[in-house]
Nanobody, 120 residues
């Protein structure tokens, strides 16, 4: 069994900062891609930022320059530092990881989501 647990969501004023963290646990052999998606009310779930196992990164155009993704492979943690937050960033943020288990399977794993609300 593998799972992802997010933390760090909350309410922040526009222009403020927030840091999300996600920890993977369970029957983990290694983790490939790891990152964050978000889903705003009435919208589809979209990629925010992704990091490969070699730390190559990609970002949604809307967050580039404001958000930074990083990972600690030793701790199985990925973080999303969000600066200069805007009301349009309001969404449920979901952690994602492609986890190779100790029995050789690869699982696309999602966290439960954490709410980020940016007020005017």
């Amino acid at each position: 069994q593998v799972q992802l647990v997010e933390s760090g969501g909350g309410l922040v004023q526009a222009g403020g900062s927030l840091r999300l963290s996600c920890t993977a646990s369970g029957d983990i052999f290694s983790i490939g891609h790891m990152g964050w998606y978000r889903q705003a009310p009435g919208k589809q779930r979209d990629l925010v930022a992704m990091s490969t196992s070699s730390s190559a990164t990609n970002y949604a155009d809307s967050v580039m320059g404001r958000f930074t993704i990083s990972r600690d492979n030793a701790k199985n943690v990925v973080t999303l530092q969000m600066n200069n937050l805007k009301p349009d960033d309001t969404a449920v943020y979901y952690c994602y990881a492609a986890i190779s288990t100790t029995v050789g399977s690869v699982l696309s794993t999602w966290g439960q989501g954490t709410q980020v609300t940016v007020s005017l």
